[in-house]
Structures are given as C-alpha cells and as structure tokens.
C-alpha cells in the first residue's frame, strides 16, 4: 500500500511553547489529508480535514486558531500546535488519501506523539 | 456514515482463527465495509474492504452477510503479532467522505 511518513515520531516540549508536525505522502500524490488526535485508551477523533491549496475544515470543538494547518502541496501538510499545554499531549496522527482509478483509500502515518509538559 | 458496533474485546489462541463481528444494521447500498487494525503506539493499518461480496487477502477474509447489516472479519491463523485493536468502519467512496473511527475491538492472541 501507499506509504505516509510522519516527522517527528515523538515530541517532548515545555508549556507554552509551539510544535510542528509533519505528514508526507511518500509515493502518492494525496489531495486531501486528515489529522486525528488519540488520547490513551480512546479512538481516534478526527481533528480537521485538509485540501491542497485551501483552507483545512475543522471538526466542532476543534480551534482553528490553536491547531494551524498547512497544506501547500500534493505530498506535504504540516499540524502546528499553538502554545501548547499538557492538556494538549497527545497521539496525532495524519493520513492522506490517494484519488487513483476511482477509489479513493485512506492512507495513515505512524504517528506523532507530543507529551507537553 | 452508518454507525457500527463491535464488541470492546476479544481473545483468541495463537495458531487458530479469530473471527471479529462487526454490526451496521444502518447501512447503505453504496456504502463500503472497511477494517483497519491499530498495534499499540502506531498509525491504523488497512486490512480489508468489501461492499457485499466476501473478500479476501493475504492478510484477512471478509465475509459480508446478504442483507448487508453485519460482517465478520477472519484472521484465519492468528499470532502474538495480530494483538491490535481492530476497527470496523462504514462509509461510501464519495470523495468527500472520510473514515470515522468508533471504540473497536481489542484482539488479545495469547501462547
């Protein structure tokens, strides 16, 4: 299957301070990628969903503002936590969908985990 | 997308099959069956899709009863690597649509 690569694989940073996360399609080209956070022991929630070349859309009760996203090509979209609080320490996770001979399958990063402390 | 519901945990013995069940009596005609598997501190994995007929892969079967309302997935020989929390998920393949992920089932193979 299609690989996505995520950068860092884990994150430790003090209270307040920003953190950047990278998602990359490595041999597709993914028009749409997803982030999704994952607390301990519970399911992956879909945080905001990402077209290349415009504005992400955001799931309720995520903040726009806090959770900056950046898509600018068909293989890179990058997750900036704003002023981080431990509240924020998480498992996020990307994924990106490959557009090929009309399926359109969902492709996941290993993972990000950010402990703010 | 149709809501699904799996049980919280299984157990299986390593060597023989596991066979995990997954409802979605809400289903819709063109919406697909997916299943994807999450090994501890990692990103979910593709295992399977179907839309009515059985499937199967190197990986997995899927069998898909006829009105549609439930489906088993089948490791058909698990091993300690199969210990994972398994996801059964409904959606359509509209552009627009994206996975949606409920609690899953926690498949403990033991020796």
């Known amino acids: 299957g299609a690989v996505v690569s995520q950068h860092p694989s884990r994150v430790i940073c003090k209270s307040g301070t920003s953190v950047k996360i990278e998602c990359r399609s490595l041999?597709?080209?993914?028009?749409?990628m997803f982030w999704y956070r994952q607390f301990p022991k519970q399911s992956l929630m879909l945080m905001a969903t990402?077209?290349?070349?415009?504005?992400?859309?955001?799931e309720q009760g995520v903040e726009k503002d806090k959770f900056l996203i950046n898509h600018a090509s068909l293989t890179l979209s990058t997750l900036t936590v704003t002023s981080a609080h431990p509240e924020d320490s998480s498992f996020y996770i990307c994924?990106?969908?490959?557009?090929?001979?009309?399926?359109?399958?969902?492709?996941f990063g290993p993972g990000t985990r950010l402990t703010v402390l | 997308d149709a809501k699904t519901t799996q049980p919280p945990s299984m157990d299986c013995a390593e060597g023989r099959a596991a066979n995990l069940p997954c409802n979605h009596s809400?289903?819709?005609?063109?919406?697909?069956v997916y299943w994807y598997r999450q090994i501890h501190s990692q990103g979910p994995q593709y295992i399977i899709h179907?839309?009515?007929n059985n499937e199967t892969n190197e990986m997995a079967s899927l069998i898909i009863t006829e009105d549609r309302k439930s489906s088993t997935l089948i490791l058909p020989h698990a091993t300690l690597r199969d210990t994972a929390v398994y996801y059964c998920?409904?959606?359509?393949?509209?552009?627009?649509?994206?996975?949606?992920f409920g609690g899953g089932t926690r498949l403990m193979v033991k020796p």
């Open positions: 994924s990106a969908r490959a557009l090929a001979g009309g399926q359109n399958e969902q492709f």
């Open positions: 990402s077209n290349e070349g415009s504005k992400a859309t955001y």
């Open positions: 179907g839309l009515k």
């Open positions: 041999d597709f080209q993914a028009t749409t």
């Open positions: 998920i409904v959606r359509s393949n509209n552009a627009g649509n994206m996975l949606t």
């Open positions: 809400t289903i819709s005609g063109n919406e697909y």
